[in-house]
């Protein structure tokens, strides 16, 4: 390990929200790759001929555990509660998978398209430049939660729907980040070097130009995925994302909206089917959020 | 600067153009029944036969290829014709007229206390820096930004009407909706707080006001989180300067080398910030007007979207993007007026 990562390291696991922020997500994976164990997905309302509980095909639709939607309260059994028949806990464990999925996913490929439109804009310049950077201006004056809601809708509702909508209005940041920095890497030597040498122009972009420019894009991508995961539970909470039932944070709180007021004279009820899976929503994006912030920290000292 | 603006300006139609386009390219995927159900009562349409339903096709021309109907579109936009809502049962741009002073109201009562607080926070922040106080402030901002704003809302909602009965949702209570319908009551700036006093009806102000506290809070938080984060870190840079120092060494009370000599200058990235504010307060009450049910841009826009009434969502796009682009254009004419450093062009 050289001394310059090493010096780096350090200097992250000194910064006590760094840490929370780490501790949070290693906590959150651990609980994502582990839910089969901590939810088993089963329903016991079915069993086999052997007495077993049933198998669910699908593990991400909580199995309905009871006939009454009303929810009930937190007892042994079910400790954060049951809301429409189904468990909250097995809803808030497997809806770490969602969340993951949701974010990784997104970020990933939004990411990927903003790298590859950035990349040409910057490299090439001239009309390409032009045109590139007047179809992201479009794309950025539409709000993004608008954009994503109309698109959703359009595309027909659901998860893979909202990710697909939030892929396509989601790269501009990425794009501009990247032709910036592109345009400031491009005219060093040892492009220029490259370049001389003959080097194909991908060859250039994705050896030379990119492994230099790449930090701020992976800074900024950590930091934006939080708040995506924040827009796809909102768009589930207006009723186009997940449909209820599935082990989705934001929708399992667009159902809870029918009983947050509480039954007539006694508002804290219900409290439970908003808090653990708010709760666990809240805790998901503070953990990337810290995590981006210290990442941040480190490789742009000049913001605090 | 004057030809700098002039650009930008002359961008602004062909912007527009581009965004209308996007939008408009993506409701082909819906094919021509399903634009059609936008144009007809769901009780009717279910019941239509085939024959009926190629008719009513062929009547609106939702069988014409993209561009014919979007320059049909486009020329109604030029008339200020801008199709029917079928979500507000009267013509988009009516329904959009009607909206907006409510949502620019909500946005103006909450950027007072938003750019208020949290340039006063960021700076004590900055001050204190990691004393106890900062480590409070700055938790106080990254929990604020990591709180969804529909979570936040419903539990403003849970604590302030369910329990405390304080602020209830909606926009004006029943009594005060009757008054405001009824002729007496002029309509001048069509906001309604302002209204209420010209009429000379404190009552129906301070219920209007009641109405409000409840989205504010909610949008509040996140926003001072976003705000005095800036104001924070330009402000510690600031304090790094040598003019500071200087002005520390002749003795200058820390006071005012903190008010007079630090703070001007650390204004200047949070002017933007408090534009792109400004901005997303217009454009972001979407979740807020739903969550408190009230009339405005945010929830017409919701409800459009959510049951594909294209004309309207259209409308509303073309309404949130020039929101934009010119709240865009003025942020950085006062950037460059506030900082002599930076040149458009």
């Known amino acids: ?304 | 600067m004057t030809a700098y603006i002039i650009r930008r300006l002359l961008l602004l139609p062909l912007i527009l153009f581009g965004v209308t386009l996007i939008i408009f390219s993506f409701t082909e995927i819906l094919g021509p029944e399903k634009l059609l159900s936008a144009y007809v009562n769901p009780n009717v349409f279910d019941k239509l036969s085939n024959e009926d339903l190629d008719k009513l096709i062929e009547k609106y021309g939702l069988n014409d290829p993209m561009w014919t109907r979007y320059f049909k579109w486009l020329g109604g936009v030029l008339k200020g014709d801008l199709g029917w809502s079928v979500t507000a049962k009267e013509p988009v741009a009516q329904a959009i007229k009607e909206r907006i002073p409510y949502t620019i109201e909500l946005a103006l009562y909450a950027m007072i206390p938003v750019i208020g607080v949290g340039i006063w926070l960021g700076v004590a922040a900055a001050v204190r820096r990691d004393k106890f106080l900062d480590h409070f402030i700055r938790i106080f901002a990254i929990i604020g930004w990591s709180l969804p704003d529909f979570v936040f809302g419903l539990i403003v909602l849970m604590i302030f009407y369910s329990v405390l009965g304080w602020f209830p949702p909606g926009t004006m209570s029943g009594w005060a909706e009757e008054i405001v319908k009824s002729p007496e009551f002029k309509r001048v700036t069509h906001i309604l707080s302002i209204d209420a006093l010209i009429n000379g009806r404190v009552d129906i102000f301070w219920d209007a006001l009641r109405h409000l506290i409840g989205p504010i809070l909610t949008i509040s938080w996140l926003w001072w989180a976003y705000l005095l984060r800036i104001t924070r870190s330009s402000m510690l840079e600031v304090l790094g300067k040598e003019y500071v120092r200087t002005a520390r060494a002749k003795g200058v009370p820390e006071k005012d080398v903190i008010h007079k000599h630090a703070r001007k200058n650390a204004m200047i990235p949070v002017v933007t910030v408090a534009g792109a504010m400004v901005i997303g307060l217009l454009s972001g009450t979407v979740i807020v007007e739903v969550i408190f049910n009230r009339i405005g841009m945010g929830r017409f826009t919701a409800q459009a979207a959510t049951q594909l009434d294209y004309a309207a969502v259209l409308g509303s796009v073309l309404f949130y993007s020039s929101v934009l682009i010119i709240g865009n254009l003025i942020i950085d004419i006062l950037y460059a007026a506030l900082d002599p450093r930076i040149r458009l062009g």
């Open chain 1, 1 to 304: 390990m050289n001394t310059e990562l090493k010096r780096t390291l350090r200097k992250l696991f000194k910064n006590p929200s760094a840490i929370l922020g780490f501790t949070l997500l290693i906590f959150f994976t651990l609980v994502a790759i582990f839910a089969p164990l901590i939810a088993p997905p089963v329903n016991p309302m079915f069993p086999d001929e052997n007495g077993n509980p049933m198998k669910l095909d699908n593990p991400y639709i909580m199995p309905i555990l009871s006939w009454s939607s009303d929810p009930v309260a937190p007892s042994k059994d079910h400790p954060f509660g049951m809301i429409a028949g189904r468990d909250i806990f097995y809803g808030v464990v497997w809806g770490t998978r969602t969340a993951f999925k949701i974010g990784l996913i997104v970020v990933s490929a939004s990411t990927l398209i903003g790298l590859i439109i950035g990349s040409i804009a910057g490299y090439f310049g001239g009309w390409v430049d032009e045109f590139l950077m007047r179809v992201t201006d479009i794309f950025l004056s539409i709000p993004f939660l608008l954009a994503a809601m109309v698109l959703t809708t359009i595309l027909g509702s659901g998860l893979n729907k909202v990710m697909i909508a939030m892929v396509i209005f989601g790269w501009m940041a990425t794009a501009r980040l990247i032709r910036a920095n592109i345009l400031q890497v491009k005219e060093e030597q040892f492009v220029l070097a490259a370049k001389a040498l003959g080097i194909k122009n991908f060859i250039i972009i994705v050896r030379h130009i990119l492994p230099n420019t790449i930090f701020p894009v992976l800074v900024q991508a950590t930091m934006r995925l939080g708040s995506l995961v924040i827009t796809a539970a909102a768009l589930s909470f207006l009723g186009l994302g997940a449909p209820i039932g599935y082990a989705d944070w934001g929708s399992m709180l667009n159902y809870t909206r029918n009983y947050i007021l509480g039954a007539s004279g006694q508002a804290f009820t219900y409290w439970y089917t908003v808090f653990y899976p708010g709760m666990a929503m809240v805790l998901f994006v503070l953990a990337w959020n810290l995590v981006g912030d210290a990442l941040r920290d480190v490789f742009d000292p000049k913001l605090k």
